[in-house]
């Protein structure tokens, strides 16, 4: 994932005063649980929808806004950190700032993005000039050198990526691409439902041409042509579930290898080009995609090539142009999630901000909000995971012991990042001028960390110290080429970490989430990477064997699960990995509780739930939440995780510990034979 991607999150100012007071307690018995009782449904018994039993009630007392399609407790944090983020930004944008100053640059493109009049008086205008340009272009040879002047591509994806079987080292990789819609199957599917988003697509097209001026009749040709081109490339595109293989997406080879299989497309000069001119290897991800778009280049009619190349541009720039394209954004978002209101500008506008400026924003955000004693409570929960981790791994049946020596290698060689980086970004050379558009400013933005990156990796070893996400997000990752588990401030607050709540509850929380991030190095992909984080084989064969086993038992176990009761199932292989994460999250994370108490002594009971019962409800809380039904579709075509309300069922059904924590007994709904229960880690 590209670090300057942004996904807000919520921090607030008491809850980190209270790591100050209690940075030393480890386990302690004499706080309260943590768990909010009003959001139980104890009309429904914990065994036949324990989702439902956990969270029923949630929504009761956290009114969905009518922004959101999707809104829980995850959403709700970023929300509300939205709003924490947004005073630092207002107060700045509210001031006179010196010129050139981060200041500067926060205040003025956050008030160019406020500035509707502005917009609506520009229209179209900003991105016309880019249209105008292409328009223009008479030879095919012309708009090669325009793609790579821009460092734009049309039919392919090309980056600075790391070499999965030299992790040491960054390479310039080339993936498929050029599908606007994203997945495949939008355009293949005979689905109906994915037909009426199919439909709705082609009508949001042909809308954006009619507001740059062209008539009715030329913007339905102009999406024919366009919508035709893609499709064609679909067909031959890899499905998410194809790009989970991380094998079949390696194929290493030289650059005149790279033109000879890409139907002679002369790579050598598009690399030079683009300022990639001491390339000599490539990563090629996926042959098949790649060699037709070459070919499509060389062979497809240059006024189409150029109609698709101005239709990107018209799409990419629609967001920073004037109200009527925001509000066409939103028409076709509104189809695709049932989001029921536009988020409002303000909101827009510090998301923007704190995207293109993410490294500026994240140290004003922790230094505000995140204190270093959360660094040190977060590394000793860390520690107790692994350890647990560590205590799986070892008690595995089905694994041989030279290949636990070896796994045990690798989780001990997790390289662990906690609240935000040691060195940030320096956006002294990132240009912000009021003076021009807010179109003009996001896309000389682009090219300032174009240039940033080429400068950092390219043709460099790789960094270990650089963050993949902002520190401001609710989220976390493990990444298999540095074998690192990442956890921002953002995710750090609850519910997912609370200093106030027992160890039953955090354990089941922000445990659930570390446990989650190490079983990703254990996962069906991250299995395959060593602890150097190279793609190579370190298992015994007849371990992959019973591993491969298991998990194909939990993708049969996720595919009978219902996303629609009676519409939609879940895709157990797509979600593979996530489920397997969750998973192990569970497992370690109760084994680390147990660890726990087992040195402290048994935490109490509370309103007659055991610290067992409690960890599990509090895993369940993180999940939280209601979904369109539109927004449930979108994510099981496009997403790896399984549906919150599967996460939840489909975990706790396959974790032994729940079993016993509520006693579930055969006759439950969701009772799984204890033969047929998946045991993974």
Same mark, same amino acid.
């Given at each position: 994932?590209?670090?300057?991607?942004?996904?807000?999150?919520?921090?607030?100012?008491?809850?980190?005063?209270?790591?100050?007071?209690?940075?030393?307690?480890?386990?302690?018995?004499?706080?309260?649980?943590?768990?909010?009782?009003?959001?139980?449904?104890?009309?429904?018994?914990?065994?036949?929808?324990?989702?439902?039993?956990?969270?029923?009630?949630?929504?009761?007392?956290?009114?969905?806004?009518?922004?959101?399609?999707?809104?829980?407790?995850?959403?709700?944090?970023?929300?509300?950190?939205?709003?924490?983020?947004?005073?630092?930004?207002?107060?700045?944008?509210?001031?006179?700032?010196?010129?050139?100053?981060?200041?500067?640059?926060?205040?003025?493109?956050?008030?160019?993005?406020?500035?509707?009049?502005?917009?609506?008086?520009?229209?179209?205008?900003?991105?016309?000039?880019?249209?105008?340009?292409?328009?223009?272009?008479?030879?095919?040879?012309?708009?090669?050198?325009?793609?790579?002047?821009?460092?734009?591509?049309?039919?392919?994806?090309?980056?600075?990526?790391?070499?999965?079987?030299?992790?040491?080292?960054?390479?310039?990789?080339?993936?498929?691409?050029?599908?606007?819609?994203? +997945?495949?199957?939008?355009?293949?599917?005979?689905?109906?439902?994915?037909?009426?988003?199919?439909?709705?697509?082609?009508?949001?097209?042909?809308?954006?041409?009619?507001?740059? /001026?062209?008539?009715?009749?030329?913007?339905?040709?102009?999406?024919?042509?366009?919508?035709?081109?893609?499709?064609?490339?679909?067909?031959?595109?890899?499905?998410?579930?194809?790009?989970?293989?991380?094998?079949?997406?390696?194929?290493?080879?030289?650059?005149?290898?790279?033109?000879?299989?890409?139907?002679?497309?002369?790579?050598?000069?598009?690399?030079?080009?683009?300022?990639?001119?001491?390339?000599?290897?490539?990563?090629?991800?996926?042959?098949?995609?790649?060699?037709?778009?070459?070919?499509?280049?060389?062979?497809?009619?240059?006024?189409?090539?150029?109609?698709?190349?101005?239709?990107?541009?018209?799409?990419?720039?629609?967001?920073?142009?004037?109200?009527?394209?925001? #509000?066409?954004?939103?028409?076709?978002?509104?189809?695709?999630?049932?989001?029921?209101?536009?988020?409002?500008?303000?909101?827009?506008?510090?998301?923007?901000?704190?995207?293109?400026?993410?490294?500026?924003?994240?140290?004003?955000?922790?230094?505000?909000?995140?204190?270093?004693?959360?660094?040190?409570?977060?590394?000793?929960?860390?520690?107790?995971?692994?350890?647990?981790?560590?205590?799986?791994?070892?008690?595995?049946?089905?694994?041989?012991?030279?290949?636990?020596?070896?796994?045990?290698?690798?989780?001990?060689?997790?390289?662990?990042?906690?609240?935000?980086?040691?060195?940030?970004?320096?956006?002294?050379?990132?240009?912000?001028?009021?003076?021009?558009?807010?179109?003009?400013?996001?896309?000389? #933005?682009?090219?300032?960390?174009?240039?940033?990156?080429?400068?950092?990796?390219?043709?460099?070893?790789?960094?270990?110290?650089?963050?993949?996400?902002?520190?401001?997000?609710?989220?976390?990752?493990?990444?298999?080429?540095?074998?690192?588990?990442?956890?921002?401030?953002?995710?750090?607050?609850?519910?997912?970490?609370?200093?106030?709540?027992?160890?039953?509850?955090?354990?089941?929380?922000?445990?659930?989430?570390?446990?989650?991030?190490?079983?990703? /190095?254990?996962?069906?992909? /991250?299995?395959?990477?060593?602890? +150097? /984080?190279?793609?190579?084989?370190?298992? #015994?064969?007849?371990?992959?064997?019973?591993?491969?086993?298991?998990?194909?038992?939990?993708?049969?176990?996720?595919?009978?699960?219902?996303?629609?009761?009676?519409?939609?199932?879940?895709?157990?292989?797509?979600?593979?990995?996530?489920?397997?994460?969750?998973?192990?999250?569970?497992?370690?994370?109760?084994?680390?509780?147990?660890?726990?108490?087992?040195?402290?002594?048994?935490?109490?009971?509370?309103?007659?739930?055991?610290?067992?019962?409690?960890?599990?409800?509090?895993?369940?809380?993180?999940?939280?939440?209601?979904?369109?039904?539109?927004?449930?579709?979108?994510?099981?075509?496009?997403?790896?995780?399984?549906?919150?309300?599967?996460?939840?069922?489909?975990?706790?059904?396959?974790?032994?510990?729940?079993?016993?924590?509520?006693?579930?007994?055969?006759?439950?709904?969701?009772?799984?034979?204890?033969?047929?229960?998946?045991?993974?880690?």
């Amino acid at each position: 994932m590209m670090k300057k991607f942004l996904l807000c999150t919520l921090c607030t100012v008491f809850l980190f005063s209270a790591f100050a007071q209690e940075k030393k307690v480890l386990f302690n018995k004499a706080v309260k649980s943590g768990i909010h009782y009003e959001n139980l449904d104890k009309s429904v018994k914990p065994g036949d929808d324990f989702f439902q039993y956990a969270t029923g009630n949630w929504i009761k007392h956290n009114p969905q806004p009518p922004i959101y399609p999707m809104w829980g407790s995850f959403t709700k944090l970023d929300d509300d950190n939205t709003k924490a983020v947004a005073g630092i930004i207002q107060d700045i944008a509210g001031r006179l700032n010196k010129p050139g100053s981060i200041e500067q640059k926060i205040g003025d493109l956050y008030n160019l993005a406020m500035d509707s009049v502005r917009r609506n008086r520009e229209g179209a205008t900003p991105v016309m000039a880019e249209v105008n340009k292409i328009k223009a272009i008479s030879t095919r040879e012309e708009l090669f050198q325009y793609l790579t002047r821009e460092h734009d591509n049309l039919l392919w994806s090309l980056y600075i990526g790391v070499d999965d079987k030299n992790a040491s080292q960054h390479i310039i990789s080339v993936n498929q691409g050029g599908l606007s819609m994203g +997945n495949r199957d939008y355009y293949i599917s005979k689905d109906p439902e994915i037909a009426k988003i199919r439909k709705a697509a082609i009508e949001h097209y042909e809308n954006l041409f009619k507001l740059c /001026g062209y008539s009715a009749k030329e913007a339905k040709k102009n999406v024919k042509t366009i919508w035709a081109m893609e499709t064609k490339l679909a067909k031959a595109s890899y499905s998410i579930e194809q790009m989970r293989d991380p094998e079949a997406n390696y194929h290493k080879m030289s650059v005149d290898e790279l033109s000879k299989t890409c139907h002679g497309f002369d790579w050598a000069s598009y690399l030079r080009n683009y300022g990639y001119d001491k390339t000599t290897e490539v990563l090629l991800g996926q042959p098949e995609p790649v060699a037709l778009a070459c070919d499509m280049m060389m062979k497809e009619k240059l006024e189409d090539l150029k109609l698709l190349y101005i239709f990107r541009a018209i799409k990419g720039a629609s967001p920073y142009l004037s109200d009527d394209f925001v #509000a066409e954004n939103f028409d076709f978002r509104r189809k695709i999630s049932g989001a029921k209101e536009m988020t409002p500008r303000w909101q827009r506008s510090v998301d923007l901000v704190g995207s293109l400026l993410s490294d500026a924003v994240g140290q004003m955000y922790v230094k505000k909000y995140f204190p270093p004693e959360a660094k040190t409570r977060m590394l000793e929960l860390v520690k107790n995971l692994q350890t647990a981790l560590g205590g799986r791994i070892k008690a595995q049946e089905w694994m041989s012991e030279d290949t636990k020596k070896v796994a045990l290698e690798k989780l001990n060689a997790f390289y662990v990042k906690i609240g935000y980086p040691d060195k940030w970004d320096d956006l002294s050379k990132l240009v912000i001028d009021p003076k021009k558009s807010l179109y003009e400013n996001v896309v000389e #933005a682009g090219k300032f960390y174009f240039e940033l990156d080429k400068q950092k990796n390219y043709n460099k070893p790789v960094d270990r110290d650089e963050w993949q996400m902002p520190a401001q997000m609710v989220n976390a990752y493990y990444n298999p080429t540095t074998n690192e588990i990442c956890f921002p401030a953002g995710i750090l607050q609850p519910p997912f970490f609370d200093m106030k709540a027992d160890d039953a509850t955090n354990y089941g929380a922000i445990g659930v989430v570390i446990g989650h991030e190490m079983t990703h /190095g254990f996962d069906d992909q /991250g299995s395959q990477y060593d602890k +150097n /984080g190279n793609l190579k084989t370190w298992w #015994a064969e007849e371990d992959v064997k019973a591993f491969k086993l298991a998990t194909e038992q939990m993708a049969v176990y996720f595919d009978s699960l219902w996303v629609i009761p009676g519409q939609l199932r879940s895709n157990g292989r797509q979600c593979l990995g996530e489920n397997i994460a969750d998973h192990g999250g569970l497992n370690i994370a109760y084994d680390a509780l147990q660890m726990a108490q087992k040195m402290h002594g048994r935490l109490p009971d509370e309103n007659s739930f055991t610290p067992e019962q409690r960890f599990f409800l509090s895993f369940a809380n993180v999940w939280a939440g209601v979904s369109s039904e539109q927004i449930l579709r979108y994510l099981t075509i496009n997403d790896v995780h399984s549906a919150n309300h599967l996460r939840v069922n489909g975990g706790v059904a396959q974790c032994e510990y729940w079993y016993k924590a509520f006693d579930i007994q055969p006759d439950a709904k969701l009772y799984v034979d204890p033969k047929k229960r998946v045991n993974i880690w």
